[in-house]
């Protein structure tokens, strides 16, 4: 009796290692036979023909069941490249699935060569999901491996060129760029066709997510490959690095449109001048736009829009006033976005005539302004005194249906303290209750410092209470600005209150609350309580400053009992530390003793 012939087979512990190996592995080769050598392939074949037929499931199937243990890996490779009984792509790829769901091993290499079957009969979809479940496994650092199994597997099939391509698409979508990368060069290598497709899917997410320069260092490596030049990748590579301020590279990029045999476009220009602009480089960015009209590449209202915006940030009005002339010239219709940084130019140089004659113009053009550019406006006419104007406009942006907001508001506040008109100042509060709008840090030290300067003492110290109660913790400056506003006025007692919530506070005063506390008590008369203060001060470590001491000077010329005040008033000013000050104190007290004996 004729023995029947031993299958050839992996162990299942090896087979399973397979997808284990490290990337620099050798690839396995796996050894070629025939049908004949393998009757269990005819056995399968017909079974997965039968279920075909029938609609009979895979999983039900008698003689599938029965082989299921023997058969393995190599058996899959070889029914798929050999394919006997011509089965179709469907059939073999369900009998794929099939096999996953049992306790089949699949390897490496059958992954790799039903992806390329199914490439190889424009099952493109299915193999790409092959590779992506592939890929997925693998994980990052894959790449050689992966692509050294799909080297070896590829076999009569012509598909590498899809292959290769989605392998990189695959690396590239689950973020292994280093991987896509290794595929591009080991494709390279092997000499196989350039994947286009995979490199521009590649680049864009490299430059999406990577560094800028890295992305710009493989840009220049696949054009040395072959791959195509565009000028919009040139564009989107400077636009990326400019963000990030890299200016003399994005240069280097422009520099490269030209060498690769392009020429640039406006938007080329514009995003080099837009960044020479926004790094306060504008001559940089006039010498492009000169190159542009020399490149016969007339400048866009982008390019005006950028060159006006930079000089008015600049101060320079006169040329954007010159740019906004030669672009009308030009017949290019200025828009908003240029109008807005023409105001915000000109109320940031003080020139409201200007700013109010710009934005008439804006609204003949048909724009309608913002809360933005209106609070511009507010504010630089706040700034120059003109609250009342400024209140006009508060009235056309409300009407134009735009609800001014709390720094609409704290403006107003804010310019009628300055003018004294403190009535309008808290009316504007008032109505910011009323629409519901609180009161922010800046709104109240506005008019804390409005009430402090016109002597509205009891005001200010109430409006600071409801500072605090409100959730806000006012500076330094707030609460000196109420000491002294209440020691000018008389009422050092509550000076002094309010130094005591500020360490209460956990605050250290410095000197200027020291000084404001010592001019209220000299300039009352309180020479010894000066003293004491000042003694406070230093065991407090707090250093009196010649402020101070100047302070305590001018209150011993005006309520000292030193009859020679000549040297006193000669010293005034110079005195700017302790021990001179007493030096000076004690010299004049000596010369008014040794007088009042004689």
């Known amino acids: 009796m004729m023995t029947k012939p031993k299958l050839h087979s992996i162990p299942p512990l090896?087979?399973?290692?397979?997808?284990?190996?490290p990337h620099k592995t050798k690839p396995i080769f796996f050894s070629t036979c025939s049908d004949d050598d393998y009757p269990i392939l005819s056995v399968v074949s017909e079974a997965i023909k039968h279920c075909q037929r029938t609609g009979q499931p895979l999983s039900t199937n008698t003689s599938l069941r029965n082989l299921r243990f023997e058969f393995q890996a190599p058996h899959l490779v070889h029914l798929i490249n050999s394919n006997p009984h011509r089965l179709s792509p469907s059939s073999l790829l369900s009998f794929f699935d099939f096999l996953s769901s049992t306790s089949f091993r699949h390897t490496l290499h059958s992954y790799c060569t039903m992806a390329h079957f199914l490439a190889s009969h424009r099952f493109f979809p299915q193999s790409r999901s092959l590779l992506t479940s592939i890929v997925s496994r693998k994980g990052n650092g894959s790449a050689s491996l992966v692509f050294a199994s799909l080297l070896q597997s590829?076999?009569?099939?012509?598909?590498?060129?899809?292959?290769?391509d989605a392998l990189m698409n695959c690396y590239t979508e689950l973020g292994y760029i280093i991987d896509a990368i290794q595929c591009f060069r080991l494709v390279r290598k092997h000499n196989l066709q350039i994947p286009l497709h995979a490199l521009r899917l590649l680049l864009d997410k490299m430059i999406k997510t990577s560094l800028p320069t890295v992305a710009w260092g493989f840009f220049l490596e696949i054009l040395d490959s072959g791959y195509p030049p565009d000028v919009y990748s040139f564009n989107i590579l400077m636009h990326k690095l400019l963000k990030e301020d890299k200016i003399k590279v994005a240069q280097m990029i422009f520099d490269e449109i030209a060498k690769r045999g392009l020429r640039p476009t406006v938007v080329s220009f514009n995003t080099l001048i837009n960044g020479y602009c926004k790094s306060g480089n504008l001559e940089e960015g006039f010498r492009l736009k000169m190159a542009m009209e020399d490149n016969k590449i007339v400048p866009d209202v982008f390019t005006y829009n950028v060159l006006i915006n930079g000089v008015c940030k600049d101060?320079?009005?006169?040329?954007?006033?010159?740019?906004?002339?030669?672009?009308c010239e030009r017949g290019l219709v200025p828009n908003y976005f240029i109008f807005t940084s023409l105001i915000n130019g000109q109320c940031g140089n003080g020139r409201?005539?200007?700013?109010?004659?710009?934005?008439?113009?804006?609204?003949?053009?048909?724009?309608?302004?913002?809360?933005?550019?209106?609070?511009?406006?507010?504010n630089g006419l706040c700034k120059v005194g003109s609250v009342n104007k400024a209140r006009k406009l508060v009235e056309e942006m409300s009407n134009r249906g735009l609800k001014p907001d709390k720094f609409t508001y704290t403006m107003l506040i804010d310019g009628y303290c300055k003018e004294g008109d403190l009535d309008s100042a808290l009316d504007i509060r008032q109505h910011m209750v009323t629409e519901c709008i609180e009161l922010d840090n800046v709104a109240f030290t506005a008019l804390i410092s409005g009430l402090c300067r016109w002597g509205k003492v009891v005001d200010a110290e109430r409006t600071l209470r409801e500072m605090v109660k409100a959730g806000f913790k006012p500076d330094d400056a707030t609460y000196n600005m109420v000491m002294d506003a209440f020691c000018k006025n008389g009422d050092v007692k509550i000076g002094f209150k309010l130094l005591k919530e500020m360490q209460n506070d956990g605050r250290v005063p410095g000197v200027v609350a020291y000084n404001v506390l010592m001019n209220g008590l000299c300039k009352q008369g309180q020479m010894k309580n000066a003293q004491m203060l000042l003694n406070a001060m230093l065991n407090l470590g707090v250093i009196p400053d010649d402020i101070t001491y100047n302070i305590l000077l001018e209150g011993h010329r005006r309520h000292g009992n030193l009859k020679d005040l000549s040297k006193l008033q000669t010293e005034m000013g110079l005195v700017t530390d302790y021990a001179s000050y007493l030096s000076l104190i004690n010299e004049l007290s000596r010369t008014s003793k040794s007088r009042q004996k004689r």
Not at 14 to 21: D, G, K, P, Q, V
Not at 315 to 327: H, K, P, T, V
Not at 353 to 363: H, R
Not at 364 to 376: A, E, F, H, I, M
């Open 14 to 21: 090896l087979s399973a290692r397979l997808l284990l190996l």
């Open 154 to 164: 590829r076999g009569t099939h012509s598909s590498s060129n899809f292959i290769f």
């Open 315 to 327: 101060g320079r009005l006169d040329n954007a006033i010159q740019l906004f002339d030669e672009m």
């Open 352 to 378: 409201l005539d200007l700013a109010m004659e710009t934005y008439q113009e804006m609204l003949r053009k048909g724009y309608k302004p913002d809360l933005v550019l209106y609070n511009t406006l507010i």
